[in-house]
């Protein structure tokens, strides 16, 4: 028996200034059906993304703690990457990841983010924004290519030179994902997947 798959809900494609005015006029009364039927959009879509966003902040979170990792090297160009379970690269329509939980009137920047959802040491949840490009690589690496492979191939797909820009760019967000303690190192030649 197959199943039919569903569309996507719809999305709203709308400046946030808009919604706004929209907003505005509920006080001085009922809004016209067009204006009430982009403002339901804009409040479905916005709560489904922010509920995404804290399903994954909920699973990372109650993940079972991981195994020990495999033996470890230094990390090198030829070598795929060791990551710290559990972890999740997420991309959205909206950065209702700057959303402040506590300000109900705070309004997300419709712009399309790419968030690392990882667990720290504490085992709390914390979110990373990415450049596109550091996603892209990072997609790669959690596939398990090498870190050359891994940079090589984000940067043709973004059409992006791999440039002294981008080397300096990869080593300082891998320092800093190593400080954070979800690189772990690189997975030695013949073990692992």
Request: proline share 14%; net charge neutral; hydrophobic share 40%.
């Given at each position: 028996?197959?199943?039919?798959?569903?569309?996507?809900?719809?999305?709203?494609?709308?400046?946030?200034?808009?919604?706004?005015?929209?907003?505005?006029?509920?006080?001085?009364?009922?809004?016209?059906?067009?204006?009430?039927?982009?403002?339901?959009?804009?409040?479905?879509?916005?709560?489904r993304l922010t509920a995404e966003l804290e399903?994954?902040?909920?699973?990372?979170?109650?993940?079972?703690?991981?195994?020990?990792?495999?033996?470890?090297?230094?990390?090198?160009?030829?070598?795929?990457?060791?990551?710290?379970?559990?972890?999740?690269?997420?991309?959205?329509?909206?950065?209702?990841?700057?959303v402040s939980r506590e300000d109900a009137a705070d309004e997300p920047e419709h712009r399309p983010v790419s968030i690392l959802v990882y667990r720290d040491s504490a085992h709390v949840s914390r979110f990373l924004e990415l450049t596109p490009l550091a996603a892209a690589i990072l997609e790669r690496l959690f596939a398990g290519d090498s870190l050359g492979a891994a940079m090589v191939s984000a940067?043709?797909?973004?059409?992006?030179?791999?440039?002294d820009d981008v080397l300096t760019g990869a080593a300082r967000l891998l320092a800093d994902l190593a400080e954070r303690g979800v690189l772990l190192g690189a997975r030695e030649l013949g073990v692992g997947p």
């Open positions: 028996m197959s199943r039919r798959r569903q569309k996507p809900p719809r999305r709203i494609q709308i400046p946030i200034q808009e919604l706004s005015a929209i907003v505005e006029r509920t006080r001085s009364g009922p809004l016209p059906e067009a204006e009430h039927a982009t403002l339901k959009a804009a409040v479905e879509t916005l709560a399903l994954f902040d909920f699973t990372i979170g109650v993940a079972p703690r991981p195994e020990p990792p495999p033996p470890l090297a230094e990390v090198s160009a030829e070598l795929p990457l060791v990551f710290a379970e559990p972890k999740r690269l997420i991309h959205l329509e909206w950065a209702v990841n700057v940067c043709e797909s973004r059409q992006h030179p791999l440039d």
